[in-house]
């Protein structure tokens, strides 16, 4: 009997689940700062056996939203609350139990089963962790808590367990050669934008979004055109830098990875464009693809 099922992963930011659902796929998908807002879509990772297609789903973290493109990344996260065969809910050490209380309560009424992980252990002794277990306890009583560390791979095999033994018995949903919902161009916007994000301060990262204007493939070669958007002038001349250095390390960065994610050698060229405003604007909220058509 062939199993297979939708694992949506949800969570406050920063608690570490992009690097979660890296890591129970094997491959990097999500891309994975130290920054908030990294994850701004919902993000598929699909893992295939013969018998099993398990279909991860990675999701904005809960916050409450300033402004129309957090909006959009809110509603990521509640859709992924209503299509879930298993959700997991990734916390950790550090956060309070109460954070966004209201999204909490929503699954406490799911009806799914739902696995409660509790990241990054290393960083706390014994007797806390069985607080903070006991106290996630009191708050999901329906959820089975397990301790994990995301980065260190601890606990993950035992996750990995009980994702296979909860799934349902059905037919894959996708083909067994794919291993996301999402085509090429989405993860060269997603590894430009992490790059900015790694090496801009402040308010800069969460005002750019990057658009790949060309992506032509020629043998073992990709030649790659894309635009980093910002919302005002000021942006653009920061993320260009004096004598386009800031540029250049970003381009340089970037292309280092996408030979790696796609094993081709990348030709990369960055313009930087100002589109004023556009994380309120919906309809440039609609062509970056955070709002329906």
Same mark, same amino acid.
């Given at each position: 009997?062939?199993? %297979? ?13 992009? !690097? /979660? ?27 295939? !056996? +013969? ?8 999701? $904005? ?19 992924? =609350?209503? *299509? %879930?065969?298993? /959700?997991? @809910? ?5 956060? %309070? #139990? ?16 739902? /696995? ?26 329906? #959820? +089975?808590?397990? $301790?994990?560390?995301?980065? #260190?791979?601890?606990? =993950? ?7 296979? #033994? ?5 037919? $894959?949903?996708?083909?067994? *050669? ?15 934008? +992490?790059?900015?994000?790694?090496? @801009?301060?402040?308010?800069?990262? @969460? ?25 005002? *002038? ?16 970003? %381009? !340089? ?21 100002? *589109? ?8 440039? /909220?609609?062509?970056?693809? @955070?709002? $329906?058509?």
């Amino acid at each position: 009997m062939h199993k %297979a099922g939708f694992v949506n992963i949800v969570g406050n930011p920063n608690v570490g689940k992009s !690097t /979660l659902m890296n890591a129970l796929l094997g491959e990097r998908i999500s891309i994975a700062t130290f920054k908030a807002q990294t994850t701004r879509h919902r993000i598929m990772g699909i893992y295939n !056996t +013969e018998d099993m297609q398990i279909v991860f789903s990675d999701t $904005p973290g809960v916050l409450k939203p300033a402004y129309k493109l957090q909006e959009s990344m809110l509603n990521f996260s509640v859709s992924a =609350l209503t *299509d %879930a065969d298993v /959700l997991l @809910y990734v916390t950790d050490v550090v956060e %309070a #139990a109460d954070k966004h209380g209201d999204f909490v309560q929503k699954v406490a009424q799911m009806q799914v089963p739902v /696995l409660l992980l509790i990241n990054k252990i290393d960083l706390i002794d014994q007797e806390k962790l069985e607080a903070k277990v006991g106290e996630w306890a009191q708050l999901l009583p329906r #959820a +089975e808590v397990i $301790p994990v560390s995301a980065k #260190a791979r601890f606990n =993950l095999d035992y996750v990995m367990k009980r994702i296979q #033994a909860l799934l349902p018995d059905s037919p $894959p949903y996708f083909g067994k *050669d794919q291993w996301t919902d999402k085509p090429a161009r989405f993860f060269v916007t997603e590894i430009i934008r +992490e790059k900015v994000l790694l090496y @801009y301060d402040k308010e800069v990262p @969460y005002a750019v979004e990057v658009v790949v204007e060309q992506f032509k493939e020629s043998g073992n070669s990709i030649h790659i055109n894309a635009v980093i958007y910002v919302e005002r *002038d000021s942006q653009k001349g920061i993320i260009i830098g004096r004598g386009g250095r800031a540029i250049k390390k970003v %381009a !340089t960065e970037a292309r280092k990875s996408l030979e790696k994610f796609f094993g081709k050698s990348i030709y990369l060229e960055l313009f930087v464009k100002v *589109d004023k405003d556009w994380r309120n604007s919906d309809k440039e /909220l609609r062509n970056f693809g @955070y709002q $329906p058509e």
